[in-house]
């Protein structure tokens, strides 16, 4: 049996792999994993919430089911570090009395070193006979060492310092992961369903597909479903980042999450609670925070090198110079011990996670599923941007808008589009439908798509072929009014569907997709920003696609393509580029966004396709997102670097410290724990970006 459990207070990449394994080591546990990103371990096997709670004792972790959206009882700060709160009066006792009791100043010192340190000493020890040197290790092996040659005010402050770090870094990290629970809180926990014509409230977990709930105005929704009575006004802030109202009818489909602001609705459920909408969220989240970018792996690896590193070179510190340089051995022990606190990598360690945690939790707050650190930082690197035109750039919502020709095929035009799949198909019948013309009746046989040129069928003995202007190339050329009004069309940014027979051209439609509102300002804002090129890649006639492009600003436009020539136009941005996203739907851009840097797909509220195929998801119809999304990534890669280049010049500064003999243990553990909460505050300023 697998189970999945909140965890509260780790603030470390190292005690999460500590808490891993003591959980691995519990009886009937066969497998676990803990995501230290998203704060969350998954357990297979047989175990209770008591023994996982046990066997993260030495960090006081708070271990919760999954779903339990109980807010928990936090004690005050000083109140759960009473220990700390007891070590720093003993210390600023010791202090008073330092100067006229040396003997009870030391004592007042020792008590202070092993009430703020015993939880650390216990874990340093286990580690040390283990032959483990984490950071508890170093931790307990300087302060011991301090205490032996006789600084005890040292180790007292070494003690103070990091029970202290430790305290707020927790409190850090857990405010960055509570960005992603707030998702799973704005879910109610029952629901108003109708049950043998009564209306009873259940646990929402209890909902089965086909149920009918009811919400009424000022309530949220509490399961995926469509509306079967009623229309409202429903705020999707929760899906889709945006807070404007959007009107439902019977018919429509409405998330688990989402505000209903002022009708009375009769919802039927669609989804169970694991699989809706918000869970599928949170679940690419948490994922995405398990899943290392390449800032990661660099950390990742050089922190395996680096503190044994310093192990042998404080051994080296401590022995050398009582040897060669005339050093008192307790100044050389002095010296060591200051420098294996150095070599405690948290900062390093801490200084992308906490980053990534925070800016993929930002970006789904606002609407922006980023599926992992790698692609979060690729998207910051991107130079070229690549859409799709049809349900991108423009609204989907292709309408008729010319007919020339003999309307009188209209319904054989009808009859063979209902059996395409192209999204213009609908345009088509749904002018059909309107015009009351019956073309259901009409038998289609040998009906055959042609994959990026159109579709042929036969109607009464004939064969028929609708398509484009380049699929009638030889018949178009024998018809002049024909030709004039396809260049007419197409130079106003309209698509031709042609019509006829092996040997004429019958009947033309115009079909216009109006350009969606906000594609204007993103493609401004994208060129504000620095993207070098933005390229339109359609398969729609190049005319229209130059017509629309030009209205927007798009600097390239390829058209009449097939989606193979769209695969090789991704590619030659690549060459040309280096780094290329390609923005599509997420169903016929398949191939291109997966062989882009970065493949985007938008209105992933409405779609699990678009969810599954891209590496980051618009969950709103629209793509006003985009150029947010590529900030908080360009800010995300600008943190990191920040946070390992400021870890890594503390960690040098304190070493070449060494050389004057100007290194203290208390200046060492400022500058590791000082380090260490800077670069947690400063990766949590990415929550803030909007």
């Known amino acids: 049996m697998k189970n999945k459990y909140k965890i509260e207070g780790m603030s470390c990449a190292s005690c999460a792999l500590k808490f891993e394994e003591n959980v691995k080591q519990l009886d009937g546990v066969e497998f676990a994993n803990v995501n230290f990103g998203a704060g969350i371990i998954e357990v297979t096997g047989e175990t209770s919430i008591e023994e996982i709670t046990k066997a993260g004792a030495f960090e006081k972790l708070v271990i919760k089911n999954y779903r339990d959206q109980s807010q928990t009882t936090n004690k005050p700060l000083l109140l759960d570090n009473w220990n700390v709160v007891l070590s720093i009066v003993f210390f600023v006792l010791a ?60 180790g007292a402050v070494v003690v103070l310092l990091f029970s202290l770090s430790e305290a707020l870094e927790k409190y850090s990290m857990d405010k960055a992961r509570k960005s992603i629970t707030s998702l799973m809180n704005v879910v109610p926990k029952t629901a108003v369903v109708i049950r043998d014509d009564q209306e009873i409230d259940v646990d929402v977990s209890s909902l089965v597909v086909g149920d009918i709930i009811i919400v009424k105005p000022g309530q949220q929704i509490p399961m995926d479903g469509e509306v079967v009575f009623g229309e409202s006004t429903i705020n999707q802030a929760a899906i889709t980042g ?104 948290c900062s390093l360690v801490i200084s992308t996670p906490v980053s990534i945690v925070s800016a993929i939790s930002n970006a789904a707050k606002q609407g922006v599923l980023i599926k992992g650190g790698i692609h979060l930082e690729e998207l910051g690197n991107v130079n070229a941007i690549a859409f799709d035109k049809t349900g991108t750039l423009t609204r989907g919502i292709p309408e008729v808008t010319d007919i020339y020709g003999n309307e009188v095929y209209l319904s054989y035009i009808a009859a063979l589009e209902k059996h395409s799949q192209h999204p213009l198909a609908n345009a088509v019948i749904s002018m059909a439908e309107h015009k009351g013309i019956n073309f259901l009746d009409l038998e289609i046989l040998n009906f055959t798509s042609l994959t990026g040129k159109g579709i042929q069928g036969d109607i009464d003995h004939l064969t028929y072929y609708v398509g484009s202007p380049k699929m009638f190339f030889q018949q178009l050329k024998k018809q002049d009014e024909m030709n004039e009004r396809i260049n007419l069309w197409q130079g106003e940014g309209k698509t031709v569907i042609v019509f006829g027979t092996f040997e004429n051209v019958l009947t033309i439609i115009a079909i216009a997709d109006q350009p969606r509102e906000s594609s204007y300002q993103v493609i401004e804002k994208l060129e504000d920003i620095g993207i070098m090129k933005t390229v339109m890649l359609t398969g729609d006639n190049q005319i229209t696609a130059e017509a629309i492009a030009n209205n927007l600003g798009i600097d390239v436009v390829m058209g009449d393509l097939l989606p193979e020539q769209k695969l090789e136009a991704v590619q030659s941005l690549k060459n040309e580029y280096s780094s290329v996203a390609m923005v599509g739907d997420g169903v016929n851009d398949a191939p291109a966004l997966a062989l882009s840097n970065v493949g985007i797909t938008l209105g992933g509220a409405g779609t699990d396709t678009a969810i599954e195929t891209a590496d980051i998801v618009l969950m709103g119809d629209d793509l006003s997102k985009l150029p947010f999304t590529i900030k908080l990534s360009r800010m995300t890669s600008k943190v990191i670097k920040q946070n390992i280049s400021f870890s890594l010049l503390i960690k040098l500064i304190a070493v070449l410290l060494i050389i004057p003999g100007w290194l203290t243990l208390w200046l060492a553990i400022v500058a590791d724990m000082g380090a260490t909460l800077l670069v947690t505050l400063n990766g949590m300023r990415l929550t803030r970006i909007k």
């Open 95 to 154: 202090l008073f009395t330092n100067r006229t009791n040396h003997s009870v100043s030391v004592i007042l010192f020792l008590s202070s070193i092993i009430f703020g340190g015993f939880t650390l000493f216990i874990e340093g020890f286990k580690d040390l006979f283990k032959f483990n040197f984490t950071m508890q290790t170093l931790m307990t092996i300087a302060i011991i060492g301090a205490t032996v040659i006789g600084e005890w005010a040292e």
């Open 242 to 345: 945006e807070s404007l109202p959007v009107a439902k009818v019977k018919g429509d489909h409405v998330f688990a999450g989402t505000l209903n602001e002022e009708g009375y609705l009769k919802i039927i459920v669609s989804h169970l609670v694991e699989d809706n909408t918000i869970s599928k969220i949170i679940n690419l989240v948490e994922n995405a925070q398990n899943e290392k970018a390449p800032a990661q792996k660099f950390v990742d690896a050089f922190a395996r090198y680096y503190t044994p590193s310093i192990l042998i070179l404080s051994v080296i510190v401590i022995i050398v110079p009582p040897f060669f340089l005339v050093v008192d051995w307790s100044v050389s022990l002095y010296q060591g011990l200051s420098l294996l606190v150095v070599g405690c990598p």
